[in-house]
């Protein structure tokens, strides 16, 4: 479970910010809380709340970010950016991360990331076991050294990548990212974290996209597909069921493709009503309500981290929706009937009603001033 994360000269956010999910025994948490594997009382559910541009998003980003730097940078093109921006009164400093989490052992893990656009200064893990008054002990610690040209990398033995390889790591790529891909049995193991979220790097998923990639997720996951038409049916949305069809593409003639590649799929996605009088219509789904539609796309976040554990990472949750909607899509975080793995949401919203919903210990207000934004 993430206890976690802080952030320093990133986006509108200059100082050092911390987000933390920790609860203290006294803190109200009205059902959003769990004790983690290492013995923490945590919050499930977290909003962040405040005005158009105070830096709600940016707030947020930083796990999304993360997500894909773990475990997808190996993969970016050699020459490429980090797709991180620091505050426009601070190009010149780097830009740090820090996070904390808990596994199901109860190891408590410790990230820790300096950079610019243009490389990693400093990457490094550390964990603490399961004991009071353990101390963290580092997996890798990697550090750039200007002088020499090259990264200087200490490693513990349970890190099985050689050094030599280890110095070779592309500035833009995590040492994460590229162990798993060597089959280090760790790094694997960090990279595994569910983070399902809206949020890319350049902001909130285009809809139609995320769409097609909700559409994707229930055709391939029929019992969440079944828990979404359930929700949809309770949240009163006129609904009896979706029906999702895959739609194979063959390319035409002029498309010239590399041989044994294909185009995408395409996901036909219609709403089912029936009448009282027990008749059956259908409607393409582009033609239901933008709250419909919304909640299809949502739902596939959340249920993705119920099902197996993590976090989701939500920007305008109700977008498009009744604002009286967020509170069935919190209590999936606050019965263990649909969060039995403790999954944990943390979401921008521009509905007030939520800090009488979850608690002023699990509400986070953002401000910005003089263009620097502030969170408390």
């Given at each position: 479970?993430?206890?976690?994360y802080a952030f320093?000269?990133f986006?509108?956010?200059r100082?050092?910010t911390e987000?933390?999910f920790?609860?203290t025994?006294?803190?109200?948490?009205h059902?959003?809380?769990a004790?983690?594997?290492?013995?923490q009382?945590?919050?499930t559910a977290?909003?962040?709340?405040?005005?158009n541009?105070a830096g709600?998003t940016?707030?947020i980003?930083?796990?999304a970010f993360?997500?894909?730097?773990?475990?997808?940078s190996?993969?970016?093109?050699?020459t490429?950016?980090?797709?991180?921006?620091?505050?426009?009164?601070?190009q010149?400093a780097?830009?740090e991360?820090e996070l904390?989490a808990?596994?199901?052992d109860g190891?408590l893990?410790r990230?820790v990331l300096?950079l610019t656009?243009?490389?990693v200064?400093?990457?490094?893990v550390?964990?603490?076991a399961?004991?009071?008054r353990?101390?963290?002990?580092?997996l890798?610690?990697?550090?750039?050294?200007?002088?020499a040209?090259?990264?200087?990398?200490?490693?513990?033995?349970?890190?099985?990548f050689s050094p030599?390889e280890a110095?070779?790591?592309?500035p833009?790529a995590?040492?994460i990212?590229?162990a798993?891909?060597y089959g280090v049995e760790v790094?694997?193991?960090?990279?595994g974290?569910?983070v399902?979220s809206?949020?890319?790097?350049?902001?909130?998923?285009d809809?139609?996209?995320?769409f097609?990639e909700?559409?994707e997720?229930?055709?391939?996951?029929?019992a969440?597909k079944?828990q979404?038409?359930t929700?949809?049916?309770?949240?009163?949305l006129?609904?009896?069921?979706?029906e999702?069809?895959?739609?194979?593409?063959?390319?035409?003639p002029e498309?010239?493709?590399?041989d044994?590649?294909k185009?995408?799929?395409?996901?036909?996605?219609v709403g089912?009503h029936?009448?009282?009088d027990?008749s059956r219509?259908v409607?393409?789904?582009?033609?239901?309500?933008?709250?419909?539609r919304?909640a299809?796309?949502?739902?596939?976040?959340?249920?993705s981290v119920l099902?197996?554990g993590g976090?989701?990472?939500?920007?305008?949750?109700e977008?498009?929706m009744?604002?009286?909607m967020?509170?069935?899509l919190?209590?999936?975080?606050?019965?263990?009937?649909t969060n039995?793995?403790?999954?944990q949401i943390?979401?921008?919203?521009h509905?007030i009603?939520?800090?009488?919903?979850?608690?002023?210990s699990q509400?986070?207000?953002?401000?910005?001033?003089?263009?620097?934004?502030?969170?408390w």
């Amino acid at each position: 479970m993430l206890h976690s994360y802080a952030f320093k000269n990133f986006h509108s956010f200059r100082e050092r910010t911390e987000v933390s999910f920790a609860l203290t025994q006294k803190a109200a948490a009205h059902g959003w809380d769990a004790v983690s594997p290492s013995g923490q009382r945590l919050a499930t559910a977290l909003a962040v709340i405040g005005a158009n541009g105070a830096g709600k998003t940016s707030l947020i980003k930083p796990l999304a970010f993360l997500s894909w730097f773990i475990s997808h940078s190996f993969q970016s093109p050699r020459t490429a950016s980090i797709p991180v921006k620091p505050h426009f009164a601070a190009q010149n400093a780097p830009i740090e991360f820090e996070l904390e989490a808990d596994d199901l052992d109860g190891t408590l893990w410790r990230y820790v990331l300096k950079l610019t656009p243009e490389r990693v200064l400093h990457e490094a893990v550390y964990r603490r076991a399961n004991r009071k008054r353990a101390k963290f002990s580092y997996l890798f610690e990697r550090d750039w050294n200007e002088s020499a040209n090259e990264y200087l990398i200490k490693r513990d033995d349970d890190f099985d990548f050689s050094p030599t390889e280890a110095k070779k790591v592309r500035p833009n790529a995590s040492l994460i990212s590229t162990a798993a891909q060597y089959g280090v049995e760790v790094a694997q193991r960090l990279v595994g974290t569910q983070v399902a979220s809206n949020i890319r790097q350049l902001g909130r998923v285009d809809p139609d996209s995320g769409f097609r990639e909700a559409s994707e997720f229930y055709h391939e996951n029929a019992a969440l597909k079944q828990q979404m038409e359930t929700l949809l049916r309770d949240l009163d949305l006129g609904l009896y069921g979706v029906e999702i069809r895959k739609l194979e593409r063959v390319a035409p003639p002029e498309m010239r493709l590399p041989d044994g590649m294909k185009l995408p799929p395409q996901y036909q996605v219609v709403g089912v009503h029936t009448l009282s009088d027990g008749s059956r219509h259908v409607l393409h789904m582009l033609e239901e309500s933008s709250g419909t539609r919304t909640a299809f796309t949502q739902l596939s976040y959340l249920l993705s981290v119920l099902a197996d554990g993590g976090i989701a990472v939500i920007d305008e949750l109700e977008s498009d929706m009744h604002p009286h909607m967020i509170a069935p899509l919190l209590d999936l975080f606050a019965s263990p009937n649909t969060n039995p793995h403790n999954a944990q949401i943390i979401f921008t919203s521009h509905s007030i009603e939520v800090i009488s919903l979850l608690g002023k210990s699990q509400v986070m207000l953002v401000e910005k001033n003089d263009c620097v934004s502030e969170a408390w």
